[in-house]
């Protein structure tokens, strides 16, 4: 018998990508270069955050503050808070394996995992 069942890929308890997107887009934006979300997936989507970091900072062509990342996670949290729901089916889905571990189950996907968690009250 299974004693965990855990989930950590976006887009298939959540699609927080293009709401991350939205956001980072939005910074860059502010900082003085127009960015479209699609632009933001295509410099930014599938890096690691200390990549995306470097990114941004040839993007607007100077050194980001060191309140950057959490600027940004704590923008992102809002954003997720707001707007973030579980994909079609997928409450249903987790719903089937109430019986792993107890009936316990636990979503995580990185960095915000408390925003997905949220989620299942949805």
Not at 20 to 47: F, H, M, Q, W
Not at 49 to 70: C, D, N, Q, S
Not at 100 to 105: A, D, I, L, N, Q
């Amino acid at each position: 018998m299974a004693k965990a069942l855990i989930f950590d890929f976006d887009g298939v308890v959540a699609d927080s990508e293009v709401l991350a997107n939205t956001v980072l887009a939005e910074i860059v934006t502010e900082l003085g270069v127009p960015t479209t979300v699609e632009d933001s997936y295509r410099c930014y989507l599938g890096k690691r955050f200390g990549e995306i970091i470097t990114e941004i900072e040839k993007t607007v062509g100077r050194t980001l503050p060191p309140t950057f990342a959490a600027q940004f996670q704590a923008r992102t949290l809002v954003s997720f808070r707001r707007a973030l729901v579980p994909i079609a089916g997928m409450r249903e889905f987790i719903a089937k394996f109430s019986h792993v571990h107890g009936g316990s189950r636990r979503i995580y996907s990185r960095p915000c995992s408390s925003a997905l968690m949220q989620t299942q009250k949805r």
